[in-house]
């Protein structure tokens, strides 16, 4: 039997046939495709709802008085004006109203971030007889209608002692009615405040408040600069809420504060319409630079609160 003298095996990768790539993309179902071009109308009718209203009310700000009426579903004004811009400054104190808005929006923020964040820490991090009483209180008291308040708080706040020209009975005077304080007191640490940074505080761990406390550091230092600095994501969030109610409030200022030179900017638009006539050129122009601050408020701490979601999300 002869043998069979195998050659030279040749050098070289062996190369292999790789098999035809097969896609695993299925055609889109009927069903699929409906869901898709329903899911699009609908977003498409909520995008127009929403911004619509906020183009047309900026397009008739623009729009002198003779043509606001006459053609009011124009979206876009034949002979744009900036007259009734101008009108708000020259014929009324509308400048005061901002100011005084600005003052009471910033001035709530600031009460509220830091005594609600003390509150807050207090009924988190501290131990000590009642805290589940306290902080129960201060639920209930979420659930309080605000108009059931304000008469007692109005009480309160003009027959303050020392106050206004009152006496040490609280007499002869006005109390904190008609000014700043009439709508910061009341607000200064709000319930809310208190509740959504003691959620906050509680979670961040109990371990570096005692490690500062065995370095000696006291209480408010430990929640000055340990524990308020990473609660950062939580202050910018309460921040534009707070910022928001106390510059859209309308009546607890009124209320409060009728003094013409003390009134605020939602209070002051609600003066361009009367039993007689409505200014609607100077109204929604008032309304576009009312709605200015609080937009640009929320430009400048969106990063802040997606970073509070994030964190929601991690707990």
């Known amino acids: 039997m002869s043998a069979v003298t195998a050659g030279p095996v040749p050098a070289g990768p062996v190369l292999a046939t790789a098999p035809a790539p097969t896609s695993d993309k299925r055609p889109p179902t009927a069903r699929s495709v409906v869901g898709k071009v329903v899911w699009t109308i609908a977003v498409v009718l909520i995008s127009v709802t929403t911004v619509l209203p906020l183009i047309w009310t900026l397009s008739t700000s623009l729009k002198p008085e003779g043509e606001i009426l006459s053609s009011y579903l124009q979206v876009v004004p034949d002979n744009p004006t900036l007259a009734n811009y101008v009108a708000l400054f020259t014929d009324g104190p509308f400048g005061r109203y901002l100011a005084n808005s600005a003052v009471i929006a910033l001035g709530g923020v600031a009460t509220n971030l830091f005594f609600g964040g003390l509150a807050g820490y207090a009924l988190a991090k501290l131990r000590f007889r009642g805290r589940g009483v306290v902080f129960s209180l201060f639920l209930g008291s979420m659930m309080v209608p605000g108009i059931i308040t ?9 027959r303050f002692p020392l106050v206004g020209g009152n006496d040490l009975f609280g007499e002869g005077g006005a109390g904190f009615i008609n000014s700043y304080g009439a709508v910061l007191i009341p607000f200064a640490a709000g319930p809310f405040a208190v509740f959504f940074m003691r959620q906050f505080f509680q979670a961040l761990p109990d371990e570096l408040g005692d490690a500062a406390r065995i370095d000696g550091a006291s209480e408010f230092r430990i929640f000055w ?18 910022f928001q109610a106390g510059w859209n409030s309308f009546l607890w200022p009124l209320i409060a504060l009728n003094d013409p030179e003390m009134l605020t900017v939602q209070v002051g638009l609600a003066g361009y319409v009367n039993e007689y006539q409505t200014q609607y050129g100077p109204l929604l122009a008032g309304t576009i630079l009312a709605s200015l601050p609080v937009l640009l408020v929320f430009v400048v701490a969106q990063r802040y609160i997606i970073e509070n979601f994030a964190h929601s999300g991690t707990k």
Do not use: K, S
Not at 150 to 158: A, D, H, K, Y
């Open 150 to 158: 304000m008469v007692p708080t109005f009480l309160v706040l003009r």
């Open 225 to 242: 600069n340990i524990y308020l600095p990473l609660a950062r994501a939580g202050l910018a969030v309460l921040g534009v809420l707070t």
